[in-house]
């Protein structure tokens, strides 16, 4: 059977098997752990000489529209498909215990992953689409049914948001399937990626278009100002789904910018560069500052993954292969960090029942390798050498900046690049405010009793940090994948 196919399928034959009574916990933690053993095996099978989409695999359903089930993966979508089976093996392992509807707690945890395989892996517009759809319903449910604080508001918020994102996103999607000439018409990704690079998306309306595809990914991503339904609606989310969301989920949009939008639109791209460098120092500066007044925990990070959003975007933007080649690392380094914070936040509020700066301190007297784990994930946020983050965002700062040429006067972009250069200074504010605030200072008497992190606990996050330190020391190990795979860039963009 084809490989991608398995790591689509197996998520979704453990959901009927759990539906058929089959354990839920245990069954979709074995499933997950398969699917990253094959994910695994997938990228150590791909050619990188030959490059380009392997694994192929196409079923026609419309022949007259050309619309066909059909997967294949490069570099890049090898890469998304490992990030999102490891943080799945992660938050099925780190799940608490579930008093009501444990099998539809679990079943719907897969489906985000099976639902972010697929759009990773699909290479046609229809299904490409769908499957994100796929993955956004459980979210709202686990949110809504199984979440925190004021979790049917941050349910129905998040629903009102994305929904929009996704009704403007396929606006978008359809607007650039009509401008292919109506001979060519198809949702064949490959296809239309050999058109575009015909001059076959050579219209008026591409600058509509692209836009359209930017509010609509953007939505999405939590792009400035788009962005306010993701703090709340992750500090209401369980964790798992705020680990698979955050980590695997909210990056379908910047994949979408990178694998459609930019190479498909190239001049479009251009058009709407200074818009969109102005939205992204939004998120870093902007909401950085945001998050450094925050007085939760779950809210700091909430607004954290917000304003990495900002670094991304800005290796996007810059059009050339070292930034698109940073922006990817870092989409896959942010994944891994905010999963492991995320998932150590939740254990926190099982352990002690709020996560008030206020009400914690000194933690880290009853829980040292807690301490010491959520450390180290807060200094891959931060971007500390060594850790993935910090080789992506060097890679995102020089591909910006050099994005902008090397005249005697400062470009947008590389005006841009200095002030996100301070976002850099902003998240180790707020970053190490949280882990003073939580683990160090004076700790409560009702604290007393608190028990570290168990095994069950340290083996999930650690596979998150060992990745992020194993990319981090060898970013190559990683890039290898992505040095055939980035779209090329106009060639105004490579010469701002």
Same mark, same amino acid.
């Given at each position: 059977?084809?490989?991608?196919?398995?790591?689509? $399928?197996?998520?979704? #034959? =453990? /959901?009927? *098997?759990?539906?058929? &009574? !089959?354990?839920?916990? %245990?069954?979709?933690?074995?499933?997950?752990?398969?699917?990253?053993?094959?994910?695994?095996?997938?990228?150590?099978?791909?050619?990188?000489?030959?490059?380009?989409?392997?694994?192929?695999?196409?079923?026609?359903?419309?022949?007259?529209?050309?619309?066909?089930?059909?997967?294949?993966?490069?570099?890049?979508?090898?890469?998304?498909?490992?990030?999102?089976?490891?943080?799945?093996?992660?938050?099925?392992?780190?799940?608490?215990?579930?008093?009501?509807?444990?099998?539809?707690? $679990?079943?719907?945890? #897969? =489906? /985000?992953? *099976?639902?972010?395989? &697929? !759009?990773?892996?699909? %290479?046609?517009?229809?299904?490409?689409?769908?499957?994100?759809?796929?993955?956004?319903?459980?979210?709202?449910?686990?949110?809504?049914?199984?979440?925190?604080?004021?979790?049917?508001?941050?349910?129905?918020?998040?629903?009102?948001?994305?929904?929009?994102?996704?009704?403007?996103?396929?606006?978008?999607?359809?607007?650039?399937?009509?401008?292919?000439?109506?001979?060519?018409?198809?949702?064949?990704?490959?296809?239309?990626?050999?058109?575009?690079?015909?001059?076959?998306?050579?219209?008026?309306?591409?600058?509509?278009?692209?836009?359209?595809?930017?509010?609509?990914?953007?939505? %999405?991503?939590?792009?400035?100002?788009?962005?306010?339904?993701?703090?709340?609606?992750?500090?209401?989310?369980?964790?798992?789904?705020?680990?698979?969301?955050?980590?695997?989920?909210?990056?379908?949009?910047?994949?979408?910018?990178?694998?459609?939008?930019?190479?498909?639109?190239?001049?479009?791209?251009?058009?709407?560069?200074?818009?969109?460098?102005?939205?992204?120092?939004?998120?870093?500066?902007?909401?950085?500052?945001?998050?450094?007044?925050?007085?939760?925990?779950?809210?700091?990070?909430?607004?954290?993954?917000?304003?990495?959003?900002?670094?991304?975007?800005?290796?996007?933007?810059?059009?050339?292969?070292?930034?698109?080649?940073?922006?990817?690392?870092?989409?896959?380094?942010?994944?891994?960090?905010?999963?492991?914070?995320?998932?150590?936040?939740?254990?926190?509020?099982?352990?002690?029942?709020?996560?008030?700066?206020?009400?914690?301190?000194?933690?880290?007297?009853?829980?040292?390798?807690?301490?010491?784990?959520?450390?180290?994930?807060?200094?891959?946020?931060?971007?500390?050498?060594?850790?993935?983050?910090?080789?992506?965002?060097?890679?995102?700062?020089?591909?910006?900046?050099?994005?902008?040429?090397?005249?005697?006067?400062?470009?947008?972009?590389?005006?841009?690049?200095?002030?996100?250069?301070?976002?850099?200074?902003?998240?180790?504010?707020?970053?190490?405010?949280?882990?003073?605030?939580?683990?160090?200072?004076?700790?409560?008497?009702?604290?007393?009793?608190?028990?570290?992190?168990?095994?069950?606990?340290?083996?999930?996050?650690?596979?998150?940090?060992?990745?992020?330190?194993?990319?981090?020391?060898?970013?190559?190990?990683?890039?290898?994948?992505?040095?055939?795979?980035?779209?090329?860039?106009?060639?105004?963009?490579?010469?701002?």
């Amino acid at each position: 059977m084809n490989l991608l196919n398995l790591i689509i $399928f197996i998520p979704l #034959l =453990a /959901i009927v *098997a759990i539906v058929l &009574g !089959a354990p839920a916990r %245990l069954t979709a933690l074995g499933a997950s752990i398969i699917n990253l053993v094959l994910s695994v095996a997938a990228l150590a099978g791909y050619d990188r000489v030959m490059g380009g989409f392997q694994f192929q695999f196409k079923v026609p359903v419309l022949a007259e529209w050309d619309l066909n089930y059909f997967v294949g993966a490069d570099g890049l979508s090898l890469l998304m498909i490992l990030l999102c089976t490891i943080v799945t093996v992660a938050a099925v392992a780190v799940a608490p215990q579930v008093d009501k509807y444990e099998g539809a707690y $679990f079943a719907s945890v #897969l =489906a /985000i992953g *099976a639902g972010a395989i &697929g !759009a990773f892996s699909s %290479l046609d517009l229809f299904f490409f689409y769908a499957f994100h759809e796929l993955a956004l319903i459980p979210t709202f449910l686990l949110i809504g049914i199984w979440g925190f604080n004021d979790r049917q508001r941050a349910a129905w918020k998040i629903t009102i948001y994305l929904a929009a994102g996704s009704i403007i996103l396929l606006i978008g999607l359809i607007g650039l399937y009509l401008m292919v000439p109506e001979a060519q018409r198809t949702f064949d990704m490959v296809k239309l990626q050999e058109i575009a690079s015909a001059g076959g998306f050579n219209s008026p309306n591409g600058h509509r278009v692209f836009l359209l595809l930017l509010v609509g990914f953007g939505v %999405l991503v939590s792009l400035f100002p788009f962005h306010s339904w993701a703090p709340g609606a992750y500090g209401s989310a369980p964790t798992p789904a705020a680990m698979l969301h955050a980590g695997v989920l909210k990056k379908f949009g910047l994949y979408g910018l990178i694998r459609l939008a930019v190479p498909m639109l190239p001049a479009s791209a251009e058009f709407w560069t200074n818009t969109l460098l102005v939205l992204l120092v939004g998120n870093i500066i902007y909401v950085g500052l945001v998050t450094i007044a925050q007085k939760r925990l779950d809210q700091t990070l909430g607004y954290s993954s917000v304003m990495h959003m900002g670094y991304i975007f800005l290796g996007v933007a810059s059009g050339n292969a070292i930034g698109i080649n940073g922006a990817a690392l870092l989409m896959f380094a942010h994944g891994l960090s905010i999963a492991a914070l995320f998932a150590m936040a939740g254990k926190l509020r099982e352990a002690t029942g709020t996560l008030e700066y206020a009400d914690l301190g000194g933690l880290a007297k009853k829980m040292p390798v807690a301490g010491l784990l959520f450390g180290l994930a807060a200094f891959a946020s931060i971007g500390l050498p060594g850790f993935a983050n910090f080789a992506a965002e060097v890679m995102v700062f020089f591909g910006a900046f050099g994005a902008g040429g090397m005249g005697t006067k400062f470009t947008n972009f590389q005006i841009t690049t200095v002030l996100a250069l301070w976002g850099v200074v902003i998240s180790a504010v707020y970053m190490l405010r949280a882990y003073r605030a939580v683990f160090l200072g004076e700790m409560s008497k009702r604290w007393e009793n608190l028990k570290d992190f168990d095994m069950g606990m340290r083996l999930p996050v650690a596979l998150l940090i060992g990745a992020l330190l194993i990319a981090g020391f060898c970013p190559n190990l990683v890039l290898k994948y992505l040095q055939t795979n980035t779209p090329p860039a106009t060639t105004a963009a490579a010469t701002r």
